[in-house]
């Protein structure tokens, strides 16, 4: 089969787009025939060799940590699935990923793919999705009539991060540059903020139950939303190498995430946009071929929105 490896770290050229072996599912695994994975930012860390310590690798490794495809066989012991069934998943960090026609996958991490979304686009789900899910709700403990900052909106992970908190009856406030301020107010923003012609502790006039921060800012930026949360609340932080600050006189918890793989919630997830609830937004679709390519653009700071590579 092909797949893009890189056989040591370093900057994108180190992809490789090769022939390798097919891998037989073992006992408890899938093996899935790759419609797509996609882009995310740790990708690229990884790659780099920034991430030996949290998540250690074996070269050469295929990067990919989204998959959407076809059950393809299966290894013992796995029930639930059957060879042709549509799924999605998010890949352990520290395995081969899907940037190949075939991958295995643990049988738990997988859900059925969503209905209505075209499967090579269903890959833009699972991490992204996951991560929003994960800090409004298993940490922020976000609940209806609660208001919530969503700090850098327009990416990925922000874009669900809206979706689900106005689903689930908050007021959401989200900051976005003009390039991406029409896509967050779609999604449902009650408010969104500038953050490229105002600071957000100015623009913020009301405290929040909970802070989101999605954005590569400063530490000085960063403390500086905890003030906006009332006492009690939350700061819920995914840019985990700064450290949430929290502010422990007035009990507001700063917690920094490190999203997990669970097929449950991804399976709700899959449910919300099935029942056009959750809109899986595409930015881009790039052949697997070319991700070497894309991993130079996303170094560049030239990609934008979530990038799905076909398979």
Known sequence: MKAVRFHDYGDPEVLRYEDVDVPVPAAGQVRVRVAATSFNSVDGNIRGGFMRGPIPVELPHTPGLDVAGTVDALGDGVDGFAVGDRVVGFLPMDKPGAAAEYVLAPADVLTAAPKD???????????????????????????????????????????????????????????????????????????????????????????????????????????????????????????????????????????????????????????????????VDVAERVPLAELAALHARAAEGAVHGKVVVAV
Do not use: C
């Open 117 to 279: 979304v075209p499967l090579t686009d269903a890959a833009a789900l699972p991490l992204v999705g996951l991560t929003a899910y994960q800090a409004l709700f298993d940490h922020g403990k976000l609940t209806a009539g609660q208001r919530v900052l969503i700090n850098g909106a327009g990416g990925a992970v922000g874009g669900y991060a809206v979706q689900l908190a106005k689903e689930a009856g908050a007021h959401v406030i989200a900051t976005a540059s003009p390039r991406s301020a029409d896509a967050v107010k779609a999604a449902g923003a009650d408010e969104v903020v500038d953050h490229t012609a105002t600071g957000v502790t100015a623009a913020v006039t009301e405290p929040v139950d909970l802070a989101l921060n999605l954005a590569p800012v400063d530490p000085a930026e960063l403390a500086a939303l905890v003030t906006l949360v009332k006492p009690g609340g939350a700061l819920v932080n995914t840019t985990v190498w700064m450290p949430a600050p929290s502010d422990e006189d007035r009990g507001v918890r700063g917690i920094d995430l490190f999203v997990r793989s669970d097929a449950g919630q991804l399976a709700k997830l899959v449910a919300l946009a099935d029942a056009g609830e959750l809109r």
